[in-house]
């Protein structure tokens, strides 16, 4: 939930702050307050994007039944790994909440470096809540957590006061009369082949179907069929291979200095020396 | 303490009048297809007897299953704080619009990860589509926001909806493209007419309500009602943002009691637009929604740069 | 005296190795006699110079700063490939593939070479120092073609005739430089380094920029730079092992060396960025085009002659880029030696194990010859400037001197450094991490062959690391 | 340098230019070392003129000495070598003759360029004894680019060496005796190995023909 900047954590606040300095960029005018616009267009995309990568992430490998044999089984890490986790999810939480003073704590360290002298940060901070200058937009991180948490007792305290007589029994998922088997559940890439078919031109996905028939002639009766979806790297594809390319290409023509005939050697010495005579003594 | 006060009618106003939202959106609907439709009150028959209803959970569902119902709930409670419904007080740590955008993502979150609880197919594919579809949504809620903001100079709502009341006509092309944008952002996030449709239960096109096929009893009220609020907090934004009029009236009980009534005048006007946009727009292929967010987004970023070359 | 000590022991080795002839053990006790006493001469030439300054030994032969640090470095190193030598010479009679009248030239020759070598850096007059150099490439000449192979003849009958023309035109220029200089004084009187200097700025500055050309030349094609580097790589790939390393490690820098005591005479005559401007032109050369071959290179050997290249051409960029540079690119000149003679020794000891000098049929150098991987894997980190060794410090203040005046060349160096990096390390994981064949015994040839590269490695952390006062000084006394 | 003496050396001068463009037109190996001969015992002169004036015995030894070993001792070498493996015919050469010429012309035009108008102060009287020792030892490094045959290849290093001696004598360096005989050693030496090395090749290769030695290159 922090890194999907969602509200109680300190992703939001640290999101929150780079929005505030990207819209007081925008407010500049001309092609650079274009950019800035256009950066913290993209940057509410990604993070909408990453809440969707973890809702996936979580979901598919955390959630509903075990999908292996040996997920059936798996048992919970010791204590000592689930403290490390947990001081740090603590950590989050806390930093989350007391974004202001931290923050605070932090623009000290700016105020030393000399390369960022000139952009201290203009942000006040007085008492937890985060204020960008002439009062653009404020945020109180407590405020914003006793608040969700308020609420949300309230709300369970009612339901629970009204709904106490009713019975909760446990019972199978609904799955349209079929039995549920492990392949109903949807899968990582069928999470998100929603969302890189509508990238398609950027992430350029391929898809292969294989059909195998029972025998060769008729092709009425599919024997077995096999979808292969795949996605090739766009950064290989588009960066490392050229770049390997060129840099191989460079290096057969230096070969060919190397051809091994002695008099072509010596011309080269020769060619330098006539080279360097004419371009000093001008 | 005038502040808790108006905050607690905020509350009242929002939990009481968004049923009747729902109740009246498909009352006209149903006028339009000549049909009778329900009676207005029919929402909060359905809710109380859902809250009175036993309740039936899965066995594979863990504590995300039973525990975000209420999350999301108490979501739009903290969330009707922020409407702009008395525009003079401004209480400046928590109407900011990037934490509405935002406490929006955190309950689609969790409503996609009780889809995915479950285990059955129309769950997962039903948060698949929720997140891809919230993920390009999320970029022109918060900028059709941004507009106003940089025109307000202020991201504060109520010190939005105060300078809009009272805004040169050169702001009103940004704000209509703006508005424009808001109601396609409106449309996507809760699940109308364009992006999917509210009241089927068809695999090929349901969204939202494949979700939370599973709820029931006590869970599925909760969740229901956060629709409505949700519908009906989108709904009072749009009428503090984009239709200023009578914004500040006087001070006294009786100012604020004419204010209401226009503010419920607003909030059925907008109903009224729903029905109409949902009656009349055919449902869009999957794979062509993102093109429709994408102009929404684009629109907001024309508006901005509107708005700074002013 | 010190300097005819050191010359006499070498004529003395060689006469007596030459008649010595059959029996090698004597003929090994003659090379570690003559080489613990060159070290012991290196280490008194460097106290003694450190207390009384210029040291004038004899009528023919002079120290300056300059010269004593070559002269270490020669003796440092000379000494580690003699003594590696016996190694490596036994286990190749072991193997058979020299018999005993080889072993015995070899020695005679290593003896000469070494001779050429501290009489180039100690002589007192260019025209000396010329027919020193020109002793090595004579003295070499042999020992490239020591294995009777036709591959070696050609490599070596390349190495003479262009290193005669570059020479021949080095001879040129000292000449030029001699009549420059001469033009004032009476005939007769004896020219050396200090009264060209005197002399220099009274130079004609047009005859002096043609003289410095061909002097540049003519040691260039000795140092290796890059249009006169095509003799280097074959050169270094047939040589026996202690001869390349000793080549590439020492012989190129006391080349640099010479064109160093040039330049400092035609900086007074023709202004001092004419020669900058020459060598950043030869270093950034020598550094990309090695760098581009290096990338694909096939066999092992080769790609330790261009990165010598590459790294010549790093301390002319040094030298060209002056300031802070011209220190970095002396130091990085004795560290380069040092390095470039850990990777040849360790070369030399796969290259007994495996046989062949193709990348491709050598692998699992590590489970084969464990201290040599090491050692290899060792000087591989040194030669592409990683951290803990020296040659960072001193790329990384050449860039640094380099960025402000030539930001583009600089980058462009910076760039090549990178495709160095890159072949090296395809060669470290094909040949030393990979797996071992079968068939392929496991354990060091004899104690000779790794002991001298440790003690190399040894002296190279100690001086990449704490880097000693005095040998600080010398340096900038150096420079000026 | 008396007005007598600048003429001479111009005459010298000639003889070693002519002798180093002949090595390029001889199709045989003994025309060339014959032109060896001719052009090293010219130097040998230039070498005795100061010695006879000013009487001094060590000039005198350098100058018997380079006589010698250029004259007599190298020349003997190869023809040793020529007539032990009957190489009369050096391999033709890359450029074709009238190329060649052509080439030697630019090399000539080029020596008498602006490029060296400075050594004119230098050289006292003789400039055009100057220009044309550069003009010669441009010729003799093209010889050693253009020929195919070893030997042709050692000769014009050899006739290299000859002309920049000649050009030092022009400029008036006379530097110390010693370093004269050294340089002549050491020429001496040079010599020797070539012959070895030439004795080696045509063992090994069959031919001195230098373009056969191609393997050493990329793979």
Redesign the interface.
């Given at each position: 939930m922090a890194i999907s900047a969602l509200p109680p954590f300190n992703g939001f606040f640290s999101e929150w702050l780079c929005f505030q300095s990207l819209f007081s960029g925008a407010n500049l005018g001309g092609s650079l307050g274009l950019t800035f616009l256009l950066s913290a267009g993209f940057l509410a995309f990604t993070s909408a994007l990453a809440a969707a990568c973890f809702v996936k992430a979580f979901g598919v490998s955390f959630l509903a039944r075990t999908r292996s044999h040996e997920a059936e089984h798996a048992k919970e890490a010791g204590p000592a790994m689930l403290s490390g986790m947990g001081i740090l999810a603590l950590l989050t939480l806390v930093f989350g909440v007391f974004a202001g003073s931290i923050s605070g704590l932090l623009a000290k360290t700016s105020l030393g470096l000399s390369s960022l002298a000139g952009s201290e940060l203009e942000s006040v901070f007085n008492f937890n809540n985060l204020q960008t200058p002439q009062n653009f937009s404020a945020v109180s991180a407590p405020a914003v957590f006793s608040g969700l948490l308020l609420a949300i007792g309230v709300v369970a305290a009612v339901i629970y006061f009204i709904t106490r007589k009713n019975k909760v029994t446990a019972n199978r998922t609904w799955d349209c009369g079929h039995d549920i088997r492990q392949g109903m559940e949807i899968t990582a890439t069928g999470f998100a082949r929603s969302i890189i078919v509508i990238f398609r031109g950027l992430l350029k996905p391929t898809k292969q179907t294989s059909i195998e028939y029972h025998d060769d002639e008729m092709r009425y009766f599919p024997k077995r069929q096999s979808i292969d979806v795949g996605r090739d790297d766009v950064y290989q594809h588009f960066f490392y291979i050229p770049l390997k390319r060129v840099?191989?290409w460079?290096?057969?023509?230096?070969?060919k200095?190397?051809n091994g005939n002695?008099n072509?050697?010596?011309l080269?010495?020769f060619?330098?020396?006539i080279i360097?005579?004419l371009i000093?003594?001008r | 303490m005038t502040l808790a006060f108006i905050w607690t009618i905020q509350i009242i106003l929002v939990l009481g009048l968004s049923p009747l939202l729902i109740g009246i959106i498909k009352k006209i609907k149903a006028r339009l297809q000549s049909r009778q439709g329900i009676n207005l009150l029919q929402p909060y028959r359905d809710l109380w007897k859902l809250l009175h209803k036993d309740e039936v959970i899965s066995t594979d569902a863990s504590w995300i299953f039973k525990f975000s119902p209420y999350l999301i709930f108490g979501l739009t409670i903290f969330l009707a704080i922020n409407l702009p419904v008395f525009a003079r007080l401004n209480f400046p740590y928590v109407g900011d619009f990037l934490l509405v955008a935002y406490v929006l993502a955190l309950g689609t979150f969790f409503l996609a990860l009780a889809g995915l609880d479950i285990g059955s197919a129309f769950g997962g594919f039903g948060s698949s589509r929720e997140m891809t579809l919230a993920s390009l949504a999320e970029g022109g809620l918060i900028f059709s926001f941004l507009v106003l903001a940089i025109a307000a100079k202020s991201t504060n709502i109520y010190a939005i909806a105060g300078f809009v009341s009272q805004a040169s006509v050169f702001y009103l092309l940004p704000i209509i493209l703006a508005a424009i944008s808001f109601v396609m952002c409106l449309l996507a996030e809760n699940s109308r007419y364009p992006f999917d449709n509210p009241s089927t239960h068809l695999e090929l096109t349901m969204v939202h309500e494949a979700m939370i096929l599973e709820y029931s009893g006590k869970r599925l009220a909760l969740i229901e009602w956060a629709a409505y609020n949700k519908l009906f907090i989108f709904a009072a934004l749009a009428a503090g943002l984009f239709l200023p009029f009578g914004l500040s009236f006087g001070a006294g009980i009786f100012g604020m009691l004419i204010y209401l009534a226009i503010f419920s005048l607003k909030i059925l006007f907008i109903g009224v637009l729903v029905a109409v946009l949902e009656s009349t727009l055919a449902k869009f292929r999957f794979f062509r929604l993102p093109d429709l967010l994408f102009t929404a987004f684009i629109l907001n970023i024309l508006a901005i740069v509107l708005i700074i070359s002013l | 005296m010190i300097i005819l000590i050191v010359i006499l022991t070498l004529i003395l080795a060689s006469a007596l190795s030459f008649f010595l002839g059959k029996n090698i053990r004597s003929l090994e006790k003659i090379v570690i006699v003559s080489s613990l006493i060159e070290l012991a001469a290196a280490g008194y030439v460097f106290f003694n110079f450190l207390a009384n300054g210029q040291i004038s030994l004899a009528p023919l032969f002079s120290l300056d700063a300059l010269g004593v640090l070559f002269f270490c470095l020669i003796a440092v190193i000379g000494a580690a490939a003699s003594f590696y030598s016996i190694g490596y010479l036994r286990a190749e009679m072991q193997k058979g593939i020299i018999t005993v009248e080889r072993v015995n030239i070899f020695y005679v020759l290593l003896h000469l070479f070494l001779l050429a070598m501290f009489t180039a850096v100690s002589a007192d007059?260019p025209?000396?120092a010329w027919?020193a150099i020109?002793?090595t490439t004579?003295s070499t000449?042999?020992l490239i073609?020591f294995y009777k192979k036709?591959?070696s003849?050609?490599?070596?009958?390349?190495y003479?005739?262009?290193n005669?023309?570059?020479l021949?035109?080095a001879?040129?220029g000292t000449?030029?430089f001699?009549?420059?200089a001469?033009?004032g004084v009476e005939?007769?009187e004896?020219?050396n380094w200090q009264s060209i200097l005197t002399a220099a700025t009274n130079f004609?500055p047009?005859?002096a920029?043609?003289a410095f050309?061909?002097v540049?030349?003519g040691y260039g094609?000795k140092m290796g730079l890059v249009?006169?580097h095509?003799?280097l790589?074959?050169a270094h790939s047939?040589a026996p092992v202690p001869v390349s390393s000793l080549l590439s490690g020492v012989l190129l820098s006391v080349a640099f060396f010479l064109i160093l005591r040039f330049k400092s005479a035609v900086d007074l005559a023709a202004g001092a960025d004419?020669s900058q401007h020459?060598f950043i032109g030869f270093g950034v050369l020598s550094i990309v085009?090695s760098a581009?071959?290096i990338?694909?290179?096939?066999n092992y050997k080769?790609l330790l002659a261009y990165s010598s290249i590459e790294h010549m051409g790093i301390a002319a960029l040094g030298f060209g880029f002056g300031g802070i540079g011209a220190f970095a690119a002396l130091l990085h000149i004795l560290y380069h030696g040092l390095a470039k003679s850990i990777l040849f020794l360790s070369a030399g000891n796969i290259f007994l194990k495996y046989g062949s000098t193709k990348i491709k049929n050598v692998s699992g150098v590590l489970q084969a010859l464990p201290i040599t991987g090491v050692l290899f894997i060792l000087g591989f980190l040194a030669i592409v400037g990683l951290p803990p060794f020296g040659i960072f410090f001193t790329e990384f203040y050449v860039f640094s001197a380099g960025i402000k005046t030539q930001p583009v060349l600089a980058g462009l160096a910076i760039i090549a450094l990178i495709?160095v990096f890159a072949g090296f390390l395809k060669l470290i994981s094909k040949m030393i991490l990979s797996k071992k064949p079968e068939e392929v015994a496991v354990g060091e040839a004899n104690v000779w062959t790794y002991v001298p590269i440790v003690i190399l490695v040894i002296v190279f952390v100690v001086a990449s690391l704490f880097l000693p006062e005095q040998l600080k000084t010398v340096i900038n006394l150096a420079i000026k | 340098m008396t007005p007598i003496l600048s003429q001479f050396s111009y005459i010298i001068a000639i003889v070693v230019f002519l002798s180093a463009v002949g090595f390029h037109l001889s199709r045989k190996n003994i025309n060339l070392v014959f032109l060896y001969i001719l052009q090293s015992s010219a130097i040998a002169v230039l070498l005795f003129i100061p010695a006879i004036q000013e009487m001094d015995f060590l000039l005198l030894l350098a100058a018997v000495l380079t006589l010698a070993i250029k004259a007599v001792f190298a020349p003997y070498f190869f023809l040793r070598l020529i007539r032990r493996h009957e190489l009369t015919f050096t391999s033709n050469a890359y450029l074709s003759l009238p190329l060649t010429l052509i080439t030697l012309a630019l090399l000539a035009g080029l020596a008498y360029s602006h490029?060296?108008k400075?050594?004119v102060?230098?050289s006292g009287g003789n400039m055009h004894a100057v220009s044309l020792a550069i003009a010669a030892?441009f010729v003799s490094?093209f010889l050693?680019i253009n020929r195919r045959g070893?030997l042709s290849?050692?000769i014009g290093?050899l006739s290299?060496?000859n002309t920049?001696v000649a050009?030092?004598l022009f400029?008036?360096?006379?530097?110390?005796s010693g370093?004269d005989i050294?340089?002549s050693f050491?020429i001496g030496?040079?010599v020797v190995?070539?012959v070895l090395?030439l004795s080696?090749?045509y063992k090994?290769?069959g031919s001195l023909d230098?373009s056969t030695?191609k393997?050493?290159k990329?793979?």
């Open positions: 840099s191989y460079l290096s057969e023509m230096a070969k200095i190397q002695v072509l050697y010596i080269y010495i060619a330098t020396l360097l005579l000093t003594v | - | 007059s025209i000396f027919i020109e002793a004579l000449a042999f073609c036709p591959s003849i050609e490599a070596a009958w390349k003479l005739i262009i005669s023309v570059g021949l035109l001879f040129l000449m030029l001699i009549a420059l001469s033009k005939a007769g004896w020219l004609n047009s005859i920029k043609v050309i061909l540049m030349l094609t249009p006169m095509t003799w790589p074959d047939k004419f020459l085009v581009l071959i990338l694909r290179q096939k080769r495709f | 490029v060296f400075s050594f102060d230098l030892i490094i050693s070893a290849q050692i290093v290299l060496e920049i050009l030092t400029l008036g360096v006379v530097d110390s370093l050294g340089v050491d030496v040079w190995i070539a090395f080696m090749i090994q290769f230098v030695m393997k050493l990329e793979e």
